[in-house]
């Protein structure tokens, strides 16, 4: 029997959770992804609701800078037309937290409304109680301080950013960009969020952990890095081709062994994991802007097989590829013309790069 429920409703208004203490940089990445208008270039328009207690008082932020709020946060009907809630990080997770914040946080996930938190500010989610039993990342420098206080949460170090039944936390800094982009990939698919990431002169998105920024490399390993970087280029570049560790490692002048170490050192992530990491993207951007027929785009992103494609939709993105060119086909992919560049897809990743989901 066919399922023939209505997709979910793609988030479009999004309410940024303001009070003292918040990040002037997350605030600035949460502005840059939602508050600019790009309907020129094909993304939907969207609303930024600025929430706070009291909308008539901005909120400071660090570096002498301030935020003008334009919601009211003192009821719960200021959270009624928002699809997504979005927490900056917070400056200092030691820090008292207005207790209307956190009721606000509250009423807005027992409404169904999906919650995100910036770098620590998964530690307002915690006090708020939305991390009992869930799933969550921070700052790997904030990580244990997490763990230790909120033992309810299942605290996962190296993750850039994670999804737990309705509430997202990432990583410190540049993760909560990853974040931010991928929210916009998940509702309205992988064209639009590139588009978001060119205009910020970023990656769509990266594979990879926060261990890879941990680590503090040698100049030996810059050096491996850089024959990485070509490596990662070339196969991006020929995603059709048949890659094995071993033809990889080849191209690097590496063996086998030593290129899988590092590869994992340089990303975060297992050679072939990168691989069919890209090969999603391409698939995705194949789906939405052109008309081949399932079996070509597997063929033009490297799976091989329409089989193939679907088992990895199935595992990477809970959906089937038929469904998710159903529900983000752009309007004017309606020809094959731009197939050709589907095989440079996420050309950003190819200098480091990410699965969309960090587990």
């Known amino acids: 029997m066919t399922d023939r429920r209505l997709p979910r409703p793609r988030p479009q208004r999004i309410a940024l959770l303001a009070f003292p203490g918040i990040r002037a940089f997350d605030v600035a990445v949460i502005t840059e992804v939602w508050g600019t208008d790009r309907r020129d ?3 939907p328009p969207f609303t930024l609701l600025r929430a706070a207690a009291d909308p008539a008082v901005p909120v400071p932020l660090r570096g002498g800078l301030s935020l003008s709020p334009d919601t009211p946060l003192d009821r719960l009907d200021a959270f009624t037309p928002a699809d997504l ?3 900056p990080g917070i400056e200092d ?3 008292d937290l207005p207790e209307p914040v956190l009721d606000a946080l509250r009423r807005a996930h027992a409404g169904g409304v999906p919650v995100a938190a910036l770098c ?5 989610l915690a006090r708020a109680g939305l991390l009992a039993g869930r799933r969550a990342v921070t700052h790997w420098h904030l990580a244990g301080t997490l763990a230790e206080r909120h033992p309810e949460t299942r605290v996962e170090p190296e993750a850039l950013f994670i999804e737990d039944t309705g509430i997202w936390t990432s990583a410190g800094t540049a993760a909560g960009i990853d ?3 991928h929210l916009v990939r998940t509702a309205h698919g992988a064209e639009t969020a590139a588009t978001i990431a060119r205009s910020m002169v970023t990656a769509p998105f990266r594979t990879g952990t926060q261990a890879q920024f941990i680590e503090h490399p040698t100049p030996r390993a810059d050096r491996d890095a850089d024959a990485l970087a070509d490596v990662r ?3 991006l570049a020929h995603l059709d081709a048949p890659h094995t560790v071993a033809s990889l490692a080849a191209r690097a002048g590496m063996s086998p062994r ?3 170490r590092h590869f994992r050192a340089t990303t975060g992530t297992t050679p072939l994991r990168w691989l069919v990491a890209q090969r999603v993207a391409a698939a995705r951007k194949l789906l939405e802007r052109t008309d081949h027929p399932l079996p070509e785009v597997a063929r033009r992103a490297g799976f091989g097989s329409e089989v193939t494609l679907r088992q990895h939709f199935a595992a990477h993105l809970s959906t089937s590829p038929r469904d998710y060119r159903a529900a983000f086909r752009h309007p004017n992919g309606t020809t094959a013309s731009t197939a050709s560049t589907a095989s440079t897809a996420s050309a950003g990743s190819a200098t ?4 969309p989901i960090a587990r």
């Open 120 to 124: 620590a500010g998964a530690f307002v």
């Open 93 to 95: 997770p030691d820090a």
């Open 85 to 87: 809630v979005v927490v």
């Open 233 to 235: 280029a070339h196969a």
């Open 179 to 181: 974040l931010c982009l």
């Open 41 to 43: 270039r094909g993304v």
């Open 352 to 355: 480091g790069g990410s699965s």
């Open 258 to 260: 030593s290129f899988a």
